[in-house]
T-cell receptor, first 114, second 113 residues
Framework: DAGVIQSPRHEVTEMGQEVTLRCKPISGHNSLFWYRQTMMRGLELLIY????????DSGMPEDRFSAKMPNASFSTLKIQPSEPRDSAVYFC????????????FGPGTRLTVT | DQQVKQNSPSLSVQEGRISILNCDYT??????FLWYKKYPAEGPTFLISISSIKDKNEDGRFTVFLNKSAKHLSLHIVPSQPGDSAVYFC????????????FGQGTELSVKP
């Protein structure tokens, strides 16, 4: 079975450019989470969706960040414009809500903004 | 304010010995706790969990203990193996928070042959 799929795995971009990270959750999972991992702040939740609806975006750092989930099998996290301090590893995770608390993580996207 | 804390950034253990990783939390509403393991360049993978109605859960070499009065949990790995070398994250959730997990900062475990 395919796990959570994220693309790209690595992204290097210049400050001011738009960055789009993509995630395909595990088929059948109805909750999707976006996390960011940095040395300073560890693994922090940015936003999560239940049944494609954003539930809590309180972790989104600024208006430069936005996330969408147009359908049950796809989500994007967009940063526009990007800044060097956005450099981090971004993880997507999915879960079957109502079944267990376990979240299954993708391999992450390492973003470097120069 | 960090609601979930792992105060030891690193731990080194000899192969075959016990590894004990610790985690403290502050939010008394947390009622489910999980441990994740993370290898470099990979996403965290679920390891073991415990509900607040229990004080111990065991799965093979891995045992998680929960002390609610102290707001403390620990992960025991016995015996430790070199393949256990990874970063271990403690996470907590409250049932009224929609499955949201709050993670600790992680502890890097190194198991030496």
């Amino acid at each position: 079975d395919a796990g959570v799929i994220q693309s790209p795995r690595h992204e290097v971009t210049e400050m001011g450019q738009e960055v789009t990270l993509r995630c395909k959750p595990i088929s059948g999972h109805n909750s999707l989470f976006w996390y960011r991992q940095t040395m300073m702040r560890g693994l922090e939740l940015l936003i999560y969706f239940n049944n494609n609806v954003p539930i809590d975006d309180s972790g989104m750092p600024e208006d430069r960040f936005s996330a969408k989930m147009p359908n049950a099998s796809f989500s994007t996290l967009k940063i526009q414009p990007s800044e060097p301090r956005d450099s981090a590893v971004y993880f997507c995770a999915s879960r079957l809500q109502g079944y267990s608390y376990e979240q299954y993580f993708g391999p992450g996207t390492r973003l470097t903004v120069t | 304010d960090q609601q979930v804390k792992q105060n030891s950034p690193s731990l080194s253990v000899q192969e075959g010995r016990i590894s004990i990783l610790n985690c403290d939390y502050t939010n008394s509403m947390f009622d489910y706790f999980l441990w994740y393991k993370k290898y470099p360049a990979e996403g965290p993978t679920f390891l073991i969990s415990i509900s607040s109605i229990k004080d111990k859960n065991e799965d093979g070499r891995f045992t998680v203990f929960l002390n609610k009065s102290a707001k403390h949990l620990s992960l025991h790995i016995v015996p430790s193996q070199p393949g256990d070398s990874a970063v271990y994250f403690c996470a907590a959730s409250a049932s009224n928070q929609g499955g949201k997990l709050i993670f600790g900062q992680g502890t890097e475990l190194s198991v030496k042959p």
